[in-house]
């Protein structure tokens, strides 16, 4: 049996679960569906209801019918031959993506996480009504494209961050959009805003901020100690200025993830939470493919092994 790994070439993270899986015995394939279709090729037959065939590369042939797990680990795009025109390179990622993709999909085995699922708990607004009905606190938020409802919202402290990816490409440049607070000036011109929606919540004091690392049904739970302006409303902006600390969740914290992890059928998820000087554990998000290795250095906790264990023994 096999574990099929679906993840890029430079990757530290899925390099150290290649090493931990390899010295448990357990056989594993480490596939980029970026290679498709220049180095990496498929062949499947519906049998018996399911589909049945090997994908190749140029180090190995991986029988579909032996993979019991697959690991979803940021994998890149398939990058379709440069001598198409630009609607034939359109064509051709879509079949590949409905082709390979679907087959893929289709295998009726342990997925951490299955790209379906992945993508219904990418959109954070389900995400805060999930959470609240799970019985997390979540922030006072407004999700709008129109000016007043926002002047309204902001007479208190007020964040905004992006609904989706916080990065973006512009001329071969990657720019990072931070949280951060609104200020008097930008309230005072809000010309652009119906352009698209905006997300507001209410800025919640902090004590420090934690993220979780929900494997299965375990939960590794780290506090995160700013160390600088920036990094006390958003820590990701500074790594370098932050601190860590192993903490255990509440029991009725605990309760409401693994409830949230249910709901969205994942076995995997990194969930952000900011804890309160009162002790109150404040539910922002979950990100279903966040990265843990940082983290696992920083903490000592297992990630990677416990990760192994659900893969290797193929748990549901």
């Given amino acids: 049996m096999t574990v099929l790994i679906l993840a890029r070439d430079l990757d530290p993270t899925a390099d150290a679960m290649v090493t931990t899986l390899t010295e448990r015995g357990t056989a594993v394939a480490r596939v980029n569906t970026g290679w498709f279709p220049a180095r ?4 499947a037959g519906l049998r018996g209801g399911r589909w049945s065939g090997h994908l190749r590369t140029p180090g190995q042939l991986v029988s579909l019918d032996d ?3 697959v690991w979803y680990h940021s994998p890149e795009a398939y990058r379709m031959p440069g001598e198409l025109s630009d609607a034939e390179r359109h064509h051709a990622f879509l079949e590949a993506k409905y082709g390979l993709g679907g ?3 289709s295998l009726d085995v342990v997925w951490i996480n299955h790209p ?3 993508a219904d708990a990418a959109y954070k607004p389900v995400q805060l009504v999930r959470a609240q009905q799970c019985g997390l606190t979540v922030p006072d938020t407004l999700i709008t494209n129109e000016p007043d409802p926002v002047r309204e919202f902001a007479t208190e402290p007020t964040v ?3 609904v989706g990816s916080n990065t973006i490409s ?6 990072i959009s ?3 607070l609104l200020d008097q000036a930008e309230l005072a011109d809000l010309r652009g805003i119906e352009t698209t929606t905006h997300l507001l919540q209410r800025w919640v004091p902090k004590a420090f901020e934690t993220r979780v690392i929900a494997i299965g049904e375990q939960l590794f739970a780290a506090a995160i100690h700013a160390g600088s302006a920036s990094t006390r409303v958003d820590w990701r902006s500074d790594y370098d200025a932050l601190t860590y600390e192993p903490i255990e969740p509440p029991a009725s914290v605990a309760e409401g993830i693994r ?3 249910a709901g969205f059928d994942l076995r995997y998820g990194a969930l952000d939470f900011v804890v309160t000087p009162n002790g109150d554990w404040v539910f922002l998000e979950i990100n279903p493919g966040g990265q843990y290795g940082w983290l696992e250095a920083a903490t000592g906790h297992p990630l990677t092994r416990s990760l192994a264990d659900l893969l290797s023994k193929g748990i549901s």
Avoid: G, Q
Wanted: hydrophobic share 45%; net charge positive; glycine share 0%.
């Fill in 40 to 43: 990496l090729s498929v062949s």
């Fill in 67 to 69: 993979v019991h797990a």
């Fill in 103 to 105: 087959v893929l999909s």
């Fill in 116 to 118: 379906s699922r992945m």
């Fill in 160 to 162: 905004t961050k992006l």
């Fill in 170 to 175: 512009e001329d071969s440049t990657r720019k």
């Fill in 178 to 180: 931070w949280t951060r």
């Fill in 259 to 261: 409830a949230l992890m």
